[in-house]
Each structure stands twice: as structure tokens, then as C-alpha cells.
């Protein structure tokens, strides 16, 4: 049985940084990714990385944004830098299987003054 464990979201300034955490069991992942969805929008890629770490990320999340994993733990990262207000949505994670792809519950990160 897989399950997606996400952690890291929370309320943060503009201009902070967070880090999310996605800690994957009950398989082997090849792809993991990171989508956001904020109020009134569609789900949208943010950045994406195969088991070999090669990355790649939407055009918002260049230069502030950094995917990361850890196969040993199966766990994916995102470090968020340098965060704006138009950052504020639900972030999830994504992991892909042999058989099919799962999400995360979704975490809440909210950038306010």
C-alpha cells in the first residue's frame, strides 16, 4: 500500500524560505514531482525530478525554487527561496510507480505579512 506523508507547509513572509517534505512508502518511485494549486486555479506544475535527478522546473520556480531527493528514503524535497505572495496555494507532491502515479494530501503554504 503506498502512502505520501507531506510536511513543511506553514505561513511565511514574503521573501522567506520553506522546505517541503514528501516521504514516500509501499513502492519504487521513479518520477516525483511537486504541483500547487492555489484558490480559483488549476493544479500546476512546479518542478519535477527522476530517480536520477535530473530536474526540471515550471518558469515561476526558476532560480528560486530547488526539487531534491533522497532514494534511500524515498523522499522528495522542494526548497522554496525567496517566497512571494502569488506563491500562496496547496502544494503536492506527486510519485510515480511502476503501475500508477499518487498524490499527496496536499500541504497549505501561505505568504503574508
Known amino acids: 500500500q503506498v502512502q505520501l506523508v507531506e510536511s513543511g507547509g506553514g505561513l511565511v513572509q514574503p521573501g522567506g524560505s520553506l522546505r517541503l517534505s514528501c516521504a514516500a512508502s509501499g513502492s519504487i518511485f521513479s518520477d516525483m514531482a511537486w504541483y500547487r494549486q492555489a484558490p480559483g486555479k488549476q493544479r500546476e506544475l512546479v518542478a519535477a525530478?527522476?530517480?536520477?535527478?535530473?530536474?526540471n522546473y515550471a518558469d515561476f520556480a526558476k532560480e528560486r525554487f530547488t526539487i531534491s531527493r533522497d532514494n534511500a528514503k524515498n523522499t522528495v524535497y522542494l526548497q522554496m527561496n525567496s517566497l512571494k505572495p502569488e506563491d500562496t496555494a496547496v502544494y503536492y507532491c506527486?510519485?510515480?510507480?511502476?503501475?500508477?502515479?499518487?498524490w499527496g494530501q496536499g500541504t497549505q503554504v501561505t505568504v503574508s505579512s
Open positions: 525530478i527522476t530517480r536520477g535527478g535530473s530536474a
Open positions: 506527486n510519485v510515480q510507480s511502476i503501475i500508477r502515479a499518487y
